[in-house]
T-cell receptor, first 113, second 114 residues
Framework: SQTIHQWPATLVQPVGSPLSLECTVEGTSNPNLYWYRQAAGRGLQLLFY??????ISSEVPQNLSASRPQDRQFILSSKKLLLSDSGFYLC????????????FGPGTRLTVT | AQSVTQLGSHVSVSEGALVLLRCNYSSSVPPYLFWYVQYPNQGLQLLLKYTTGATLVKGINGFEAEFKKSETSFHLTKPSAHMSDAAEYFC????????????FGKGTRLHILP
């Protein structure tokens, strides 16, 4: 069966520091991968998605970036965090042309101080 | 463009009472629709999905949803609420001509009263 991992689970970082969040999927190949953010009291915001290695689409201009160095690895990064980057970050995957639903990881709670 | 509207950001029901969470969508193509549940500090879990076929869809934890094309609705129901149902629920629709994306509603937080 497929599983999706995210780490770290929680992170507290000062403003201006770098960020690296990692997501990996097991049990599937060539999945579509997604990064979402949930800010307090708000819904899900799609940040990036990837349909393959090295292929990244950005949905929202911001100081975050994403990379997909391997088929089942998706990384969210920032060179300098802002207070507004605080939130709950979720990674998701979608497998197969006929499967439209997405499956989510456990999330990373990021607090920028 | 597609959109999803969830009526009521907060819904409270008594334990044992009917749960009804409302979702309306807009889509110019046959929609694929989803309901997700999120417990505090966890990721989203797929409750159920509608693609084609039977309009009454059964999901996990006793939830079901009915696709009504004429009303552009996909409301989520459960006959008898349990304390463990307290969570946030998201309705979502596949983006038109973009099989790689789905669009989420803003969510409804369900409170269960003892």
């Amino acid at each position: 069966s497929q599983t999706i991992h995210q780490w770290p689970a929680t992170l507290v970082q000062p403003v201006g520091s770098p960020l690296s969040l990692e997501c990996t999927v097991e049990g599937t190949s060539n999945p579509n991968l997604y990064w979402y953010r949930q800010a307090a009291g708000r819904g899900l915001q799609l940040l990036f998605y990837s349909v393959g290695i090295g292929q990244i689409s950005s949905e929202v201009p911001q100081n975050l970036s994403a990379s997909r160095p391997q088929d089942r690895q998706f990384i969210l990064s920032s060179k300098k965090l802002l207070l507004s980057d605080s939130g709950f970050y979720l990674c998701a995957w979608r497998g197969g042309r006929e499967a439209y639903e997405q499956y989510f990881g456990p999330g990373t709670r990021l607090t920028v101080t | 463009a597609q959109s999803v509207t969830q009526l009521g950001s907060h819904v409270s029901v008594s334990e044992g009472a009917l749960v009804l969470l409302r979702c309306n969508y807009s889509s110019s193509v046959p929609p694929y629709l989803f309901w997700y549940v999120q417990y505090p500090n966890q990721g989203l879990q797929l409750l159920l999905k509608y693609t084609t076929g039977a309009t009454l869809v059964k999901g996990i934890n006793g939830f079901e949803a009915e696709f009504k094309k004429s009303e552009t609705s996909f409301h989520l129901t459960k006959p008898s609420a349990h304390m463990s149902d307290a969570a946030e629920y998201f309705c979502a629709v596949r983006a038109m001509n973009r099989d790689d994306k789905i669009i989420f509603g803003k969510g409804t937080r369900l409170h269960i009263l003892p």
